[in-house]
């Protein structure tokens, strides 16, 4: 039987090993979770941050904290400045799962996400388009136009192409 033996002299982190031993968290996160857990509190907890210090890039970070957010390890919280813009995020490290609890009921709307209804979709009414004139079709119609001349006016005081077929004078 093979052992390994570990010699922990000094800058070493103790951690739980829960998160190590869960099967439903894949490689990235335990990963990504044992580094944040091994960082001092005050450092920069930022995608950015994490990216600099790694191999992989900011898409590759940010797929593995939403892991352990969805799996109770990681909550993120938008921090605001005193006029309501955003002014940053604040990253909770959890070193085991914490259930998600609901938000409680507020009078006020959140604002970061705003539910949105689906919007109704009237259908409009169905039916056959009237026929304009039913004493010729554009058929019976002769071409009467001079190239030199003005063109002639309708009955309805329009152009002849914009009236209803039997208005032209």
């Known amino acids: 039987m ?3 033996r570990v010699e922990k002299n000094a800058n070493y982190t103790v951690m739980s090993n829960e998160h190590l031993r869960n099967r439903d968290l894949s490689l990235k996160a335990k990963g990504l979770l044992s ?9 920069d907890y930022s995608l950015e ?3 600099r210090i790694n191999r992989e890039g900011v898409d590759a970070i940010r797929t593995g904290v939403r ?3 969805e799996h109770g ?3 993120r919280r938008r921090l605001r400045d005193g006029s309501g813009r955003l002014a940053g995020t604040e990253y909770v490290v959890h070193e085991r799962a914490v259930a998600r609890t609901s938000l ?5 709307p959140a604002l970061d996400f705003p539910m949105q209804d689906a919007p109704v979709r009237e259908r409009p ?5 009237g026929q304009l004139s039913k004493e010729g079709s554009s058929k019976d119609l002769s071409n009467t136009y001079s190239s030199k001349g003005a063109r002639p006016r309708a009955r309805c005081g329009l152009p002849e192409y914009a009236c209803v077929a039997g208005d032209v004078l």
């Open 73 to 75: 390890y990681l909550e």
């Open 67 to 69: 892991e352990l957010e």
């Open 2 to 4: 093979t052992v390994f």
């Open 104 to 108: 409680p009921e507020s009078d006020e």
């Open 49 to 51: 941050g994490l990216s």
């Open 35 to 43: 580094q944040m857990l091994s960082l001092p509190e005050e450092w």
């Open 125 to 129: 009414a169905l039916a056959k388009p």
